[in-house]
């Protein structure tokens, strides 16, 4: 049903040079809604604009008070009667007011209310002009769920087609930066898990590390000890080596001393095999004098018999020296006998020291050859005892990185920890954002 048009209104403050008031009034009548009312709040009149805003018929609402249009709780306040006493005495009100339509549904209307004096200058009438903002209302209330989502972390939500321009580009623009921020944060989101993984297989590796750094240190620790211990003995062994060294040095010199000892007394007995020849051929012209001695004595004895008594002197003196020859020989032949069993020893005591002499002259050979290898080794040993100092030293040095990367190898893991943390922080943040993408919902255009 359509509303009847309200009577014109007496608009007295337009100067006629600026427009005339009936065009301005036509104007205001077809693009605004008008309604009057007395100075009490009762309904005088509405235009078509009104009517079809509030979904009212102009007969149903003459006559009857304006809290017919406000909520109940509203209507019996001390503010809204408040609102009227001030209007009645002609204070003007503009501002963005909720009104209940016929239907029960609730409007928003930008509004005017002025008070307009009549011919005794008494403010009995108001008259308001309104525009219908429900649309542009909804939008910015849709616009405020969807910053109040955004607050939230609701990254999801998008604001619906408004049919209104400006409000549309500020939810096209609203809508694409919360589209650019969810991709951000779902990129940021994958990133934060690829780096929970990594940090986590870090900080299992750190942890591996650090128990085997630990455990290397620990090894490192004894071998530096037993690799001390093993410098210390073949310090020990090398000095060992040296006096073993000196004393077989010291040996070949004593049997090289002993083999010229031999050597004189295998000249020694040589002599004496020389000498007892001698004395043999010396005793052998003896027993052939006393062989001699003895026929010239039996030769001496025959003639002093025939000489009778003057030879018997003669015979007992030939008697007496063949005596002699005979113990001559006699004592030859044991000299002989003797000489001839020295001669036997001294040439097998001669092959003994000449044996002697081999053998000495073998052992001064094989104490030398010792004595070579005893320097051998002793230089060798030397040459062991400045490479396991050098090897010691470089253990030492081993050691003291070995314990500077443990060290470090827990500040890693401490640091790594603290990441993992972190790590953990943000993605427990970032959960409370909600980035899944929604577009089973299309926009909408607000009705």
Not at 206 to 211: D, N
Not at 229 to 234: K, M, N, S
Not at 271 to 283: L, R, V
Not at 376 to 388: G, M, P, T, V
Request: charged share 20%.
């Amino acid at each position: 049903m359509k509303c009847q048009k309200a009577k014109p209104l007496p608009f007295t403050f337009f100067k006629k040079d600026v427009l005339p008031p009936d065009p301005l009034i036509k104007m205001i009548d077809q693009t605004q809604a008008v309604i009057r009312f007395d100075a009490n709040g009762t309904i005088i009149s509405a235009n078509d604009n009104f009517c079809k805003a509030l979904e009212y018929p102009l007969s149903e609402i003459q006559g009857k008070h304006h809290r017919i249009f406000v909520d109940p709780d509203y209507a019996n306040s001390a503010e809204y009667r408040d609102f009227w006493d001030r209007l009645a005495q002609g204070e003007p009100f503009t501002d963005r007011y909720q009104r209940r339509c016929k239907s029960g549904r609730m409007i928003w209307i930008q509004a005017t209310y002025a008070g307009v004096r009549d011919a005794t200058g008494q403010f009995s009438t108001v008259i308001k002009v309104a525009t219908d903002v429900t649309q542009r209302n909804d939008a910015f209330v849709e616009i405020a769920k969807g910053l109040d989502a955004l607050s939230l972390g609701n990254l999801t939500y998008r604001l619906p087609h408004f049919g209104l321009e400006d409000v549309d580009a500020i939810g096209t623009a609203y809508n694409q930066a919360s589209g650019r921020l969810a991709d951000i944060l779902r990129n940021v989101s994958q990133i934060a898990q690829q780096v929970r993984t990594i940090t986590g297989d870090l900080e299992n590796a750190s942890s591996e590390l650090s128990t085997r750094t630990t455990a290397q240190a620990a090894t490192l620790e004894q071998t530096a000890a037993a690799l001390e211990e093993l410098t210390a003995t073949v310090r020990s062994s090398t000095k060992s080596l040296t006096d073993a060294e000196d004393l077989a040095t010291q040996t070949v010199a004593g049997a090289r001393k002993s083999d010229a000892v031999v050597q004189r007394a295998i000249d020694a007995m040589s002599q004496i095999a020389h000498s007892s020849g001698e004395i043999s051929k010396i005793i052998a012209v003896i027993d052939d004098i006393a062989f001699q001695t003895n026929l010239l004595a039996l030769n001496a004895g025959v003639e002093a018999a025939r000489a009778g008594d003057a030879g018997r002197g003669f015979a007992v003196v030939a008697s007496e020296v063949r005596g002699l020859a005979h113990r001559a020989q006699d004592a030859a032949g044991e000299i002989k006998s003797l000489i001839s069993r020295s001669a036997t020893q001294v040439s097998a005591g001669v092959d003994q020291v000449n044996n002697t002499g081999d053998e000495l002259k073998s052992i001064v050979k094989s104490i030398g050859t010792i004595s070579d290898t005893m320097g051998a080794i002793s230089e060798s040993a030397r040459q062991q005892s400045i490479a396991l100092d050098e090897l010691n030293i470089g253990v030492g040095h081993l050691d003291v990185v070995t314990q500077q990367n443990a060290g470090m190898v827990d500040q890693m893991a401490q640091s790594n920890t603290s990441l993992v943390g972190n790590v953990g922080a943000l993605i427990d943040q970032m959960s409370r954002l909600d980035a899944t993408e929604n577009r089973a919902a299309p926009l909408r255009r607000a009705g």
